[in-house]
């Protein structure tokens, strides 16, 4: 019996300001976009994505990798994942009682203009998803 090749699989890359934080193969990646979550195999359609806060599971085989994003854009084309972001933190390395106290902080700043508002909820949205991240790897 001839043995079935196995199919290529992904290459995920993650990018920050700083450095590149990962790249590898990936049978799964999932991220958090800004307004959902996506879930990217092999042979997905092209696509370019805006990032939101929250947890990126990249999938290899059995083995699951988590990483906190910050924000950014994703594209995906011909079996690469290209993630650019401002922060990428392994899951397990998100701190928080520092979550806690951004949220804390964001909630009883007061905004007076649109600017102030956006920054607000900006710091907002990324307290709650470094706490939800911080809860699940507790």
């Known amino acids: 019996m001839s043995k079935t090749p196995s199919p290529p699989a992904l290459r995920c890359i993650v990018v920050t300001p700083e450095e590149t934080v990962l790249e590898g193969e990936a049978t799964f990646v999932a991220l958090p976009l800004f307004d959902g979550e996506i879930g990217i195999a092999r042979n997905h359609s092209p696509m370019i994505g805006r990032l939101g806060f929250g947890e990126m599971r990249i999938c290899e085989g059995?083995?699951?990798?988590r990483y906190y994003l910050d924000g950014g854009f994703v594209q995906v084309a011909d079996n690469l994942v290209s993630v650019l972001t401002?922060?990428?933190?392994?899951s397990e390395a998100v701190d928080g009682d520092a979550a806690q106290q951004q949220l804390s902080d964001a909630?009883?700043?007061t905004a007076g203009g649109d600017d102030q508002i956006a920054l607000r909820d900006h710091s907002l949205?990324?307290?709650?998803?470094?706490?939800?991240?911080?809860?699940r790897h507790r």
Do not use: E, G, M, W
């Open 62 to 65: 059995a083995d699951t990798t």
């Open 86 to 90: 401002n922060r990428a933190i392994p």
């Open 107 to 109: 909630l009883v700043r």
């Open 125 to 135: 949205s990324q307290a709650r998803a470094q706490l939800r991240i911080a809860r």
